[in-house]
Protein backbone atom coordinates (compact mmCIF):
# COMPACT_ATOMS: atom_id res chain seq x y z
CA UNK A 1 0.00 0.00 0.00
CA UNK A 2 2.81 2.43 0.68
CA UNK A 3 4.24 1.61 -2.77
CA UNK A 4 1.08 2.43 -4.05
CA UNK A 5 0.71 5.72 -2.03
CA UNK A 6 4.51 6.99 -3.50
CA UNK A 7 3.19 5.78 -7.25
CA UNK A 8 0.52 8.47 -6.80
CA UNK A 9 1.95 10.86 -5.25
CA UNK A 10 5.00 11.04 -7.87
CA UNK A 11 2.28 10.88 -10.80
CA UNK A 12 -0.18 13.75 -9.13
CA UNK A 13 2.34 16.03 -8.54
CA UNK A 14 3.74 15.02 -12.00
CA UNK A 15 0.41 16.56 -13.58
CA UNK A 16 0.47 19.65 -10.99
CA UNK A 17 4.08 20.51 -12.13
CA UNK A 18 3.69 20.73 -15.73
CA UNK A 19 1.31 23.34 -17.48
CA UNK A 20 -1.19 20.34 -18.53
CA UNK A 21 -3.04 20.13 -15.85
CA UNK A 22 -3.82 23.82 -15.73
CA UNK A 23 -4.36 23.85 -19.29
CA UNK A 24 -6.92 21.04 -18.72
CA UNK A 25 -8.47 22.30 -15.48
CA UNK A 26 -8.99 25.26 -17.24
CA UNK A 27 -10.77 23.78 -20.56
CA UNK A 28 -12.50 21.38 -18.68
CA UNK A 29 -14.04 24.70 -16.74
CA UNK A 30 -14.91 26.57 -19.42
CA UNK A 31 -16.03 23.53 -21.93
CA UNK A 32 -18.70 23.00 -18.70
CA UNK A 33 -19.60 26.20 -17.95
CA UNK A 34 -20.11 26.89 -21.99
CA UNK A 35 -22.44 23.92 -22.88
CA UNK A 36 -24.53 24.67 -20.15
CA UNK A 37 -25.14 28.39 -20.76
CA UNK A 38 -24.95 28.41 -24.81
CA UNK A 39 -25.87 25.14 -25.81
CA UNK A 40 -28.46 24.08 -22.98
CA UNK A 41 -29.60 27.57 -22.35
CA UNK A 42 -29.39 27.10 -18.83
CA UNK A 43 -30.97 30.36 -18.47
CA UNK A 44 -34.15 29.87 -20.56
CA UNK A 45 -34.96 27.06 -19.27
CA UNK A 46 -36.32 28.57 -15.83
CA UNK A 47 -35.60 25.66 -14.08
CA UNK A 48 -33.18 24.96 -10.89
CA UNK A 49 -31.47 22.04 -11.80
CA UNK A 50 -27.87 21.27 -12.80
CA UNK A 51 -29.46 18.73 -15.61
CA UNK A 52 -28.26 20.78 -18.57
CA UNK A 53 -24.52 20.83 -17.06
CA UNK A 54 -24.67 17.35 -16.51
CA UNK A 55 -25.65 15.80 -19.74
CA UNK A 56 -22.40 16.92 -21.76
CA UNK A 57 -20.24 15.35 -18.60
CA UNK A 58 -20.10 11.80 -21.05
CA UNK A 59 -19.48 14.39 -24.19
CA UNK A 60 -16.28 16.44 -22.69
CA UNK A 61 -15.27 13.19 -21.08
CA UNK A 62 -14.66 11.86 -24.12
CA UNK A 63 -11.94 14.02 -25.11
CA UNK A 64 -10.49 15.45 -22.09
CA UNK A 65 -10.21 11.96 -19.95
CA UNK A 66 -8.28 10.03 -22.82
CA UNK A 67 -6.08 13.37 -22.74
CA UNK A 68 -5.33 13.09 -19.30
CA UNK A 69 -4.78 9.35 -19.10
CA UNK A 70 -2.43 8.59 -22.46
CA UNK A 71 0.49 9.44 -20.69
CA UNK A 72 0.30 6.98 -18.04
CA UNK A 73 1.77 4.12 -19.73
CA UNK A 74 2.80 5.31 -23.01
CA UNK A 75 5.56 7.78 -22.02
CA UNK A 76 6.45 4.69 -19.28
CA UNK A 77 6.85 2.52 -22.13
CA UNK A 78 8.74 5.19 -24.66
CA UNK A 79 11.25 6.60 -22.38
CA UNK A 80 11.99 3.32 -20.67
CA UNK A 81 10.94 4.45 -17.26
CA UNK A 82 9.15 1.24 -16.97
CA UNK A 83 12.35 -1.01 -16.67
CA UNK A 84 12.85 0.94 -13.59
CA UNK A 85 9.49 1.11 -12.15
CA UNK A 86 9.07 -3.06 -12.69
CA UNK A 87 12.51 -3.28 -11.12
CA UNK A 88 12.15 -1.71 -7.97
CA UNK A 89 9.89 -3.69 -5.33
CA UNK A 90 6.95 -2.15 -6.58
CA UNK A 91 3.91 -4.87 -7.65
CA UNK A 92 2.31 -4.70 -10.81
CA UNK A 93 -0.70 -3.66 -9.15
CA UNK A 94 -0.03 -1.00 -7.06
CA UNK A 95 1.94 0.70 -10.20
CA UNK A 96 -1.12 -0.15 -11.90
CA UNK A 97 -3.61 1.58 -9.43
CA UNK A 98 -1.13 4.12 -7.98
CA UNK A 99 -1.35 5.47 -11.44
CA UNK A 100 -4.81 5.21 -12.00
CA UNK A 101 -5.91 6.63 -8.83
CA UNK A 102 -3.68 9.50 -9.71
CA UNK A 103 -5.22 10.46 -12.90
CA UNK A 104 -8.91 9.79 -11.35
CA UNK A 105 -7.89 12.19 -8.16
CA UNK A 106 -7.07 14.44 -11.07
CA UNK A 107 -10.00 14.43 -13.07
CA UNK A 108 -11.97 14.82 -9.69
CA UNK A 109 -10.47 17.69 -8.86
CA UNK A 110 -11.13 19.10 -12.36
CA UNK A 111 -14.57 18.28 -11.44
CA UNK A 112 -14.95 19.51 -7.82
CA UNK A 113 -13.60 22.63 -9.12
CA UNK A 114 -17.16 22.84 -11.36
CA UNK A 115 -18.51 23.62 -7.13
CA UNK A 116 -19.45 27.42 -8.47
CA UNK A 117 -22.28 25.83 -10.78
CA UNK A 118 -24.19 24.95 -7.67
CA UNK A 119 -23.70 28.01 -6.02
CA UNK A 120 -25.46 29.33 -9.09
CA UNK A 121 -28.40 27.16 -8.98
CA UNK A 122 -29.17 27.47 -5.27
CA UNK A 123 -28.73 31.37 -6.25
CA UNK A 124 -31.27 31.41 -8.33
CA UNK A 125 -33.91 28.88 -7.15
CA UNK A 126 -33.90 25.69 -4.79
CA UNK A 127 -32.73 22.39 -6.31
CA UNK A 128 -32.95 19.15 -5.32
CA UNK A 129 -29.44 19.00 -3.89
CA UNK A 130 -30.00 15.41 -3.73
CA UNK A 131 -29.92 14.70 -7.43
CA UNK A 132 -26.81 17.46 -7.87
CA UNK A 133 -25.17 14.82 -5.40
CA UNK A 134 -25.69 11.57 -6.95
CA UNK A 135 -24.86 13.35 -10.38
CA UNK A 136 -21.40 14.26 -9.23
CA UNK A 137 -21.13 10.46 -8.03
CA UNK A 138 -22.38 9.50 -11.04
CA UNK A 139 -20.15 11.76 -12.84
CA UNK A 140 -16.94 11.23 -11.00
CA UNK A 141 -17.73 7.24 -12.10
CA UNK A 142 -18.00 7.73 -15.22
CA UNK A 143 -14.70 9.48 -15.57
CA UNK A 144 -13.59 6.93 -13.98
CA UNK A 145 -14.78 4.37 -16.47
CA UNK A 146 -13.37 6.17 -19.06
CA UNK A 147 -9.81 7.09 -17.53
CA UNK A 148 -9.33 2.62 -17.18
CA UNK A 149 -10.26 2.28 -20.99
CA UNK A 150 -7.30 4.94 -20.96
CA UNK A 151 -4.97 3.15 -19.32
CA UNK A 152 -5.52 0.07 -21.20
CA UNK A 153 -4.96 1.63 -24.15
CA UNK A 154 -2.27 3.37 -23.32
CA UNK A 155 -0.48 0.49 -22.12
CA UNK A 156 -0.94 -0.81 -25.64
CA UNK A 157 1.02 1.87 -27.45
CA UNK A 158 4.20 3.82 -26.63
CA UNK A 159 2.96 6.11 -28.91
CA UNK A 160 0.51 8.81 -26.85
CA UNK A 161 -1.29 10.11 -30.06
CA UNK A 162 -2.31 6.46 -30.50
CA UNK A 163 -3.33 5.86 -27.34
CA UNK A 164 -5.37 9.04 -26.99
CA UNK A 165 -7.19 7.97 -30.36
CA UNK A 166 -8.29 4.26 -29.78
CA UNK A 167 -9.30 5.79 -26.33
CA UNK A 168 -11.36 7.61 -27.65
CA UNK A 169 -12.99 5.71 -30.03
CA UNK A 170 -13.67 2.59 -27.55
CA UNK A 171 -15.06 5.18 -25.18
CA UNK A 172 -17.44 6.75 -27.55
CA UNK A 173 -18.03 2.76 -28.55
CA UNK A 174 -19.14 2.46 -24.69
CA UNK A 175 -20.96 5.87 -24.72
CA UNK A 176 -22.92 5.24 -28.13
CA UNK A 177 -24.13 1.14 -27.01
CA UNK A 178 -27.21 2.87 -25.02
CA UNK A 179 -28.02 5.56 -27.37
CA UNK A 180 -31.49 5.69 -28.77
CA UNK A 181 -29.88 5.61 -32.88
CA UNK A 182 -27.51 2.64 -32.02
CA UNK A 183 -29.57 0.42 -29.83
CA UNK A 184 -33.25 1.17 -32.93
CA UNK A 185 -30.02 0.32 -36.03
CA UNK A 186 -29.07 -3.17 -33.82
CA UNK A 187 -32.69 -4.21 -33.56
CA UNK A 188 -33.18 -3.80 -37.04
CA UNK A 189 -31.30 -7.04 -37.34
CA UNK A 190 -31.23 -8.35 -34.10
CA UNK A 191 -33.13 -10.40 -31.76
CA UNK A 192 -34.52 -7.33 -29.07
CA UNK A 193 -32.92 -9.04 -25.86
CA UNK A 194 -29.56 -9.55 -28.05
CA UNK A 195 -29.58 -5.09 -28.37
CA UNK A 196 -31.12 -5.33 -24.93
CA UNK A 197 -27.80 -7.16 -23.64
CA UNK A 198 -25.52 -4.54 -25.24
CA UNK A 199 -26.98 -1.28 -24.36
CA UNK A 200 -26.82 -2.86 -21.05
CA UNK A 201 -23.70 -2.27 -21.17
CA UNK A 202 -23.36 0.81 -21.80
CA UNK A 203 -22.06 4.23 -20.11
CA UNK A 204 -24.29 5.93 -21.04
CA UNK A 205 -27.67 4.42 -19.34
CA UNK A 206 -25.65 3.56 -16.66
CA UNK A 207 -25.06 7.79 -16.05
CA UNK A 208 -28.00 7.96 -16.46
CA UNK A 209 -29.28 6.85 -13.33
CA UNK A 210 -27.02 8.77 -10.88
CA UNK A 211 -29.12 12.16 -13.14
CA UNK A 212 -32.67 10.76 -11.69
CA UNK A 213 -31.30 11.09 -8.46
CA UNK A 214 -30.47 7.10 -7.52
CA UNK A 215 -27.76 5.80 -5.98
CA UNK A 216 -28.00 3.09 -8.00
CA UNK A 217 -26.24 -0.53 -6.91
CA UNK A 218 -26.42 -1.57 -10.14
CA UNK A 219 -25.16 1.13 -11.89
CA UNK A 220 -22.23 1.56 -9.24
CA UNK A 221 -21.27 -1.98 -9.47
CA UNK A 222 -21.34 -1.85 -13.36
CA UNK A 223 -18.77 1.21 -12.93
CA UNK A 224 -16.64 -0.58 -10.70
CA UNK A 225 -16.26 -3.81 -12.37
CA UNK A 226 -15.68 -2.07 -15.54
CA UNK A 227 -12.54 -0.30 -14.11
CA UNK A 228 -11.62 -3.14 -12.66
CA UNK A 229 -11.69 -5.26 -15.92
CA UNK A 230 -10.64 -2.71 -17.80
CA UNK A 231 -7.12 -2.45 -14.85
CA UNK A 232 -7.11 -6.24 -15.15
CA UNK A 233 -6.53 -6.03 -18.99
CA UNK A 234 -3.68 -3.48 -18.39
CA UNK A 235 -2.12 -5.80 -16.73
CA UNK A 236 -2.00 -8.09 -18.68
CA UNK A 237 -1.01 -6.11 -21.80
CA UNK A 238 1.95 -4.72 -19.60
CA UNK A 239 3.16 -7.88 -18.68
CA UNK A 240 3.07 -8.83 -22.11
CA UNK A 241 4.38 -5.83 -23.70
CA UNK A 242 6.95 -4.11 -21.27
CA UNK A 243 9.56 -5.72 -22.94
CA UNK A 244 8.97 -4.47 -26.20
CA UNK B 1 25.50 -14.99 -4.06
CA UNK B 2 23.94 -14.74 -7.69
CA UNK B 3 23.17 -18.07 -9.33
CA UNK B 4 21.98 -18.06 -12.75
CA UNK B 5 20.87 -21.51 -13.93
CA UNK B 6 20.16 -22.57 -17.62
CA UNK B 7 18.33 -18.88 -18.12
CA UNK B 8 17.04 -18.68 -21.63
CA UNK B 9 14.61 -16.11 -23.12
CA UNK B 10 13.41 -16.79 -26.17
CA UNK B 11 11.52 -13.81 -28.25
CA UNK B 12 9.12 -14.97 -31.28
CA UNK B 13 11.42 -17.90 -32.71
CA UNK B 14 14.74 -15.84 -31.68
CA UNK B 15 16.60 -17.12 -29.10
CA UNK B 16 18.57 -14.08 -27.40
CA UNK B 17 19.65 -16.27 -23.81
CA UNK B 18 20.02 -19.84 -24.92
CA UNK B 19 20.72 -21.43 -21.45
CA UNK B 20 23.08 -19.61 -19.65
CA UNK B 21 25.09 -20.67 -16.15
CA UNK B 22 27.13 -19.40 -13.77
CA UNK B 23 27.37 -17.75 -10.58
CA UNK B 24 28.99 -14.65 -8.94
CA UNK B 25 29.96 -13.96 -5.35
CA UNK B 26 30.77 -10.85 -2.69
CA UNK B 27 33.64 -9.59 -3.88
CA UNK B 28 33.56 -10.28 -7.29
CA UNK B 29 33.18 -7.35 -10.09
CA UNK B 30 32.05 -9.34 -13.25
CA UNK B 31 32.20 -8.30 -16.74
CA UNK B 32 29.27 -9.05 -19.20
CA UNK B 33 30.92 -9.30 -22.73
CA UNK B 34 29.62 -9.37 -25.92
CA UNK B 35 28.49 -7.89 -29.41
CA UNK B 36 25.39 -5.88 -29.26
CA UNK B 37 22.71 -8.25 -29.39
CA UNK B 38 24.10 -10.92 -27.78
CA UNK B 39 21.76 -11.32 -25.05
CA UNK B 40 24.02 -9.02 -22.34
CA UNK B 41 20.78 -6.84 -21.82
CA UNK B 42 18.29 -9.65 -21.56
CA UNK B 43 19.82 -11.55 -19.47
CA UNK B 44 20.04 -8.83 -16.87
CA UNK B 45 16.77 -8.03 -17.40
CA UNK B 46 15.60 -11.93 -16.33
CA UNK B 47 17.94 -11.48 -12.90
CA UNK B 48 16.39 -8.32 -12.19
CA UNK B 49 13.07 -9.55 -12.48
CA UNK B 50 12.12 -7.11 -15.43
CA UNK B 51 11.50 -10.27 -17.96
CA UNK B 52 10.27 -13.49 -17.36
CA UNK B 53 12.83 -16.35 -18.73
CA UNK B 54 11.59 -18.64 -20.96
CA UNK B 55 13.08 -21.19 -18.87
CA UNK B 56 15.39 -21.50 -16.31
CA UNK B 57 15.67 -19.58 -13.30
CA UNK B 58 18.33 -17.29 -11.41
CA UNK B 59 18.79 -17.02 -7.31
CA UNK B 60 19.89 -13.48 -5.41
CA UNK B 61 20.81 -14.15 -2.46
CA UNK B 62 18.75 -17.72 -2.36
CA UNK B 63 15.84 -15.44 -3.63
CA UNK B 64 14.43 -17.09 -6.61
CA UNK B 65 12.76 -14.71 -9.14
CA UNK B 66 9.85 -16.78 -10.37
CA UNK B 67 8.91 -17.22 -6.82
CA UNK B 68 10.25 -14.23 -4.71
CA UNK B 69 10.16 -11.28 -7.00
CA UNK B 70 9.91 -8.67 -4.59
CA UNK B 71 12.73 -9.57 -2.49
CA UNK B 72 15.19 -10.06 -4.91
CA UNK B 73 14.21 -6.19 -6.46
CA UNK B 74 14.82 -5.34 -2.50
CA UNK B 75 17.80 -6.56 -2.57
CA UNK B 76 19.36 -5.61 -5.89
CA UNK B 77 20.95 -1.99 -7.33
CA UNK B 78 20.00 -1.69 -11.05
CA UNK B 79 21.30 0.71 -13.37
CA UNK B 80 19.01 -0.34 -16.61
CA UNK B 81 20.88 0.46 -20.42
CA UNK B 82 21.21 4.03 -20.81
CA UNK B 83 19.61 5.13 -17.49
CA UNK B 84 16.36 5.85 -17.70
CA UNK B 85 15.22 8.21 -15.43
CA UNK B 86 12.06 10.32 -14.53
CA UNK B 87 12.38 13.32 -16.92
CA UNK B 88 9.86 15.14 -15.68
CA UNK B 89 11.17 15.35 -11.85
CA UNK B 90 13.74 17.21 -10.49
CA UNK B 91 16.64 14.98 -9.32
CA UNK B 92 15.75 15.26 -5.54
CA UNK B 93 12.42 14.26 -6.11
CA UNK B 94 13.17 11.77 -8.44
CA UNK B 95 16.09 10.19 -5.47
CA UNK B 96 13.56 10.67 -2.93
CA UNK B 97 10.55 8.82 -4.73
CA UNK B 98 12.79 5.83 -5.20
CA UNK B 99 13.49 6.29 -1.45
CA UNK B 100 10.03 5.87 -0.64
CA UNK B 101 9.80 2.78 -2.82
CA UNK B 102 12.30 1.50 -1.11
CA UNK B 103 10.87 1.52 2.58
CA UNK B 104 12.46 4.87 4.14
CA UNK B 105 11.02 7.35 5.84
CA UNK B 106 11.52 10.40 7.54
CA UNK B 107 14.98 11.45 8.44
CA UNK B 108 16.47 8.19 6.82
CA UNK B 109 14.99 8.63 3.55
CA UNK B 110 16.21 12.26 3.76
CA UNK B 111 19.69 11.52 5.00
CA UNK B 112 19.96 8.79 2.30
CA UNK B 113 19.00 11.18 -0.40
CA UNK B 114 21.33 13.79 0.52
CA UNK B 115 24.56 11.24 0.86
CA UNK B 116 23.80 10.08 -2.57
CA UNK B 117 23.70 13.47 -4.03
CA UNK B 118 27.17 13.59 -2.81
CA UNK B 119 28.26 10.27 -3.34
CA UNK B 120 27.31 10.89 -7.10
CA UNK B 121 28.31 14.64 -7.40
CA UNK B 122 24.76 15.33 -7.96
CA UNK B 123 24.43 18.23 -5.51
CA UNK B 124 24.88 21.24 -7.81
CA UNK B 125 21.92 19.88 -9.90
CA UNK B 126 19.76 18.45 -6.90
CA UNK B 127 16.79 20.86 -7.84
CA UNK B 128 17.54 20.69 -11.65
CA UNK B 129 14.77 18.86 -13.80
CA UNK B 130 16.55 15.59 -14.66
CA UNK B 131 15.28 16.45 -18.60
CA UNK B 132 17.66 19.48 -18.70
CA UNK B 133 20.60 17.60 -17.76
CA UNK B 134 23.37 16.07 -19.92
CA UNK B 135 23.90 12.79 -20.58
CA UNK B 136 26.51 12.19 -17.82
CA UNK B 137 24.84 13.89 -15.04
CA UNK B 138 21.45 11.76 -15.86
CA UNK B 139 23.85 8.28 -16.01
CA UNK B 140 25.06 9.56 -12.29
CA UNK B 141 21.50 9.95 -11.29
CA UNK B 142 20.98 6.20 -12.57
CA UNK B 143 23.84 5.56 -10.08
CA UNK B 144 22.55 7.53 -7.11
CA UNK B 145 19.24 5.89 -7.85
CA UNK B 146 20.80 2.39 -7.88
CA UNK B 147 23.13 2.65 -4.82
CA UNK B 148 20.43 4.79 -2.60
CA UNK B 149 19.48 1.28 -0.25
CA UNK B 150 23.40 0.19 -0.41
CA UNK B 151 22.70 -3.19 -2.06
CA UNK B 152 24.45 -5.97 -2.01
CA UNK B 153 24.12 -6.62 -4.98
CA UNK B 154 24.35 -4.44 -8.32
CA UNK B 155 23.61 -5.19 -11.92
CA UNK B 156 24.96 -2.40 -14.46
CA UNK B 157 23.78 -2.35 -18.00
CA UNK B 158 26.46 -0.42 -19.69
CA UNK B 159 27.29 2.22 -16.62
CA UNK B 160 29.84 4.02 -18.34
CA UNK B 161 28.14 4.83 -21.43
CA UNK B 162 28.24 8.37 -22.27
CA UNK B 163 30.08 9.49 -19.56
CA UNK B 164 33.40 11.39 -20.60
CA UNK B 165 37.00 10.12 -20.13
CA UNK B 166 37.21 12.15 -16.78
CA UNK B 167 33.93 10.88 -15.70
CA UNK B 168 34.47 7.05 -16.34
CA UNK B 169 37.17 6.94 -14.81
CA UNK B 170 35.43 8.33 -11.77
CA UNK B 171 32.98 5.46 -12.25
CA UNK B 172 35.28 2.85 -12.53
CA UNK B 173 37.16 3.62 -9.30
CA UNK B 174 33.89 4.03 -7.35
CA UNK B 175 32.94 0.21 -9.01
CA UNK B 176 36.34 -0.93 -7.79
CA UNK B 177 35.44 0.57 -4.63
CA UNK B 178 32.53 -1.02 -3.83
CA UNK B 179 33.06 -4.43 -5.56
CA UNK B 180 35.20 -5.23 -2.65
CA UNK B 181 32.35 -6.00 -0.26
CA UNK B 182 29.44 -6.42 -3.09
CA UNK B 183 28.75 -8.72 -5.69
CA UNK B 184 28.89 -6.75 -9.11
CA UNK B 185 27.68 -7.21 -12.34
CA UNK B 186 28.00 -5.27 -15.28
CA UNK B 187 27.70 -5.15 -18.97
CA UNK B 188 30.29 -3.12 -21.36
CA UNK B 189 31.81 -3.55 -24.89
CA UNK B 190 34.22 -1.47 -23.68
CA UNK B 191 37.39 -3.91 -23.47
CA UNK B 192 39.59 -1.53 -21.30
CA UNK B 193 36.97 -1.39 -18.63
CA UNK B 194 36.77 -4.74 -18.55
CA UNK B 195 40.57 -4.87 -18.02
CA UNK B 196 40.79 -2.07 -16.03
CA UNK B 197 37.54 -2.84 -13.25
CA UNK B 198 36.33 -6.87 -13.56
CA UNK B 199 37.71 -9.27 -11.41
CA UNK B 200 36.29 -11.93 -13.68
CA UNK B 201 34.82 -11.69 -17.35
CA UNK B 202 31.89 -13.97 -19.04
CA UNK B 203 32.30 -13.36 -23.00
CA UNK B 204 28.39 -13.99 -24.30
CA UNK B 205 27.84 -14.66 -28.04
CA UNK B 206 24.14 -15.62 -29.80
CA UNK B 207 22.86 -16.38 -26.35
CA UNK B 208 25.84 -18.24 -25.33
CA UNK B 209 28.73 -18.28 -22.79
CA UNK B 210 31.70 -18.50 -25.21
CA UNK B 211 34.11 -17.75 -22.55
CA UNK B 212 34.23 -17.06 -18.65
CA UNK B 213 37.31 -16.20 -16.47
CA UNK B 214 40.13 -13.77 -15.32
CA UNK B 215 40.77 -10.82 -18.06
CA UNK B 216 44.11 -12.38 -17.54
CA UNK B 217 43.19 -16.18 -18.15
CA UNK B 218 41.26 -14.61 -21.47
CA UNK B 219 43.83 -12.38 -22.52
CA UNK B 220 46.43 -15.82 -22.30
CA UNK B 221 43.92 -17.28 -24.79
CA UNK B 222 45.15 -14.70 -27.16
CA UNK B 223 47.60 -15.79 -30.23
CA UNK B 224 49.80 -12.85 -28.75
CA UNK B 225 50.36 -13.86 -25.43
CA UNK B 226 53.41 -14.28 -23.91
CA UNK B 227 55.05 -12.78 -27.03
CA UNK B 228 58.24 -10.69 -26.86
CA UNK B 229 58.33 -7.44 -28.90
CA UNK B 230 61.48 -5.69 -29.83
CA UNK B 231 62.99 -2.53 -31.43
CA UNK B 232 66.63 -3.04 -32.34
CA UNK B 233 68.44 -0.27 -33.40
CA UNK B 234 70.83 -0.44 -36.15
CA UNK B 235 69.86 -3.58 -36.92
CA UNK B 236 70.64 -3.10 -40.66
CA UNK B 237 71.55 -6.38 -41.68
CA UNK B 238 68.67 -9.27 -41.56
CA UNK B 239 71.05 -11.31 -39.82
CA UNK B 240 69.66 -10.83 -36.72
CA UNK B 241 66.48 -11.63 -37.86
CA UNK B 242 67.73 -15.37 -38.96
CA UNK B 243 69.83 -14.82 -35.18
CA UNK B 244 66.56 -14.40 -33.31
CA UNK B 245 65.34 -17.95 -34.88
CA UNK B 246 67.35 -19.49 -32.77
CA UNK B 247 66.36 -18.56 -29.40
CA UNK B 248 64.91 -21.45 -27.21
CA UNK B 249 61.56 -21.59 -27.55
CA UNK B 250 61.08 -19.35 -30.46
CA UNK B 251 58.10 -20.56 -32.74
CA UNK B 252 58.39 -17.62 -35.62
CA UNK B 253 59.70 -14.24 -35.53
CA UNK B 254 57.68 -11.68 -37.10
CA UNK B 255 59.15 -8.18 -38.62
CA UNK B 256 56.29 -5.62 -37.76
CA UNK B 257 55.17 -2.31 -39.72
CA UNK B 258 54.46 0.91 -38.43
CA UNK B 259 50.81 -0.32 -39.15
CA UNK B 260 51.41 -2.80 -36.60
CA UNK B 261 52.63 -0.20 -33.61
CA UNK B 262 49.34 0.66 -31.64
CA UNK B 263 49.15 4.37 -30.75
CA UNK B 264 52.02 5.64 -32.63
CA UNK B 265 51.85 7.55 -36.23
CA UNK B 266 54.39 6.48 -38.66
CA UNK B 267 55.53 9.96 -39.60
CA UNK B 268 55.92 10.75 -36.46
CA UNK B 269 58.57 7.70 -36.30
CA UNK B 270 60.30 8.49 -38.95
CA UNK B 271 60.82 12.11 -38.49
CA UNK B 272 62.37 11.11 -35.08
CA UNK B 273 64.98 8.86 -36.51
CA UNK B 274 65.59 10.24 -40.06
CA UNK B 275 68.42 7.98 -41.20
CA UNK B 276 68.49 5.69 -38.23
CA UNK B 277 67.55 2.18 -39.48
CA UNK B 278 65.44 0.11 -36.55
CA UNK B 279 63.80 -2.94 -36.93
CA UNK B 280 61.02 -4.27 -35.17
CA UNK B 281 60.69 -7.64 -34.64
CA UNK B 282 57.78 -9.57 -32.89
CA UNK B 283 58.80 -13.20 -31.58
CA UNK B 284 56.14 -15.53 -30.83
CA UNK B 285 56.71 -18.49 -28.66
CA UNK B 286 56.06 -21.78 -29.01
CA UNK B 287 53.02 -23.19 -26.69
CA UNK B 288 53.08 -22.77 -23.24
CA UNK B 289 56.92 -21.59 -23.73
CA UNK B 290 58.33 -18.61 -21.56
CA UNK B 291 60.94 -16.61 -23.84
CA UNK B 292 61.11 -13.11 -22.04
CA UNK B 293 64.18 -14.31 -20.07
CA UNK B 294 66.06 -16.49 -23.00
CA UNK B 295 65.90 -13.41 -24.94
CA UNK B 296 67.29 -11.32 -22.55
CA UNK B 297 69.94 -13.46 -22.58
CA UNK B 298 70.52 -13.17 -26.02
CA UNK B 299 70.62 -9.87 -26.41
CA UNK B 300 72.70 -9.55 -23.72
CA UNK B 301 75.33 -12.02 -25.09
CA UNK B 302 75.03 -10.55 -28.56
CA UNK B 303 75.42 -7.02 -27.40
CA UNK B 304 72.02 -6.03 -29.15
CA UNK B 305 71.22 -2.62 -28.74
CA UNK B 306 67.44 -2.36 -27.64
CA UNK B 307 65.33 0.50 -27.48
CA UNK B 308 61.94 -1.10 -26.77
CA UNK B 309 61.53 -4.78 -24.64
CA UNK B 310 58.09 -5.60 -24.45
CA UNK B 311 56.01 -8.58 -22.68
CA UNK B 312 53.09 -8.96 -24.37
CA UNK B 313 50.14 -9.39 -22.25
CA UNK B 314 47.95 -10.75 -24.44
CA UNK B 315 45.32 -8.66 -26.90
CA UNK B 316 41.73 -8.91 -25.34
CA UNK B 317 40.29 -7.58 -28.65
CA UNK B 318 41.89 -10.75 -30.50
CA UNK B 319 40.01 -12.80 -28.21
CA UNK B 320 37.12 -10.78 -28.06
CA UNK B 321 36.48 -10.92 -32.23
CA UNK B 322 37.60 -14.62 -32.59
CA UNK B 323 35.35 -16.16 -29.70
CA UNK B 324 32.47 -13.84 -31.30
CA UNK B 325 33.23 -14.17 -34.97
CA UNK B 326 33.22 -18.06 -35.27
CA UNK B 327 36.68 -18.38 -35.18
CA UNK B 328 38.68 -19.85 -32.27
CA UNK B 329 40.99 -18.16 -29.89
Redesign the interface.
Known amino acids: MRNLKAVLKRELKGYFESPVAYVFIIIFLLATAGCTFFLSRFFDTRIASLDPFFVWHPWLYLFLVPAVGMRLWSEERKSGTIELLFTLPITLIEAIAGKFLAAWVFVGIALALTFPMVFTVGYLGSPDYGIIFTSYIGSFLLAGAYLAVTCLFSAMSKNQVISFVLSVVACFTMVMLGIGVFTDFLNSFLPVWISEAISAFSFFTHFQSFQRGLLDSRAIIYFISIIGFMLTANAVVLEMKKAE | MIAVESLAKS?GSIRAVDGINFSVDKGEILGFLGPNGAGKSTTM?MI????PPTSGTARIANFDIWENP??V??K?G?L???A??????NVY?FLM??A????YDGEERRSRVVRMLETCNLKEVAWQLIDTLSKGYRQRVGFA?ALLHDPEYLILDEPTDGLDPNQKQEVRALIRRMGREKCIILSTHILEEVEAVCSRAIIIDSGRIVADGTPEALRSRSALHGAVTLELIGAKDRDAFAELQKIEGVEKVVELTDEDKPGAPAVDNDAEKPGKSSLRVRLFPKKGVAIAQETARFIHQRNLEVDAFTLEKGDLNEVFYNLTRGGQA
Do not use: H, W
Not at chain 2, 48 to 51: A, D, G, R
Open positions: FKTTFLLERAIYPESPSYRDMDFTEVRGQ
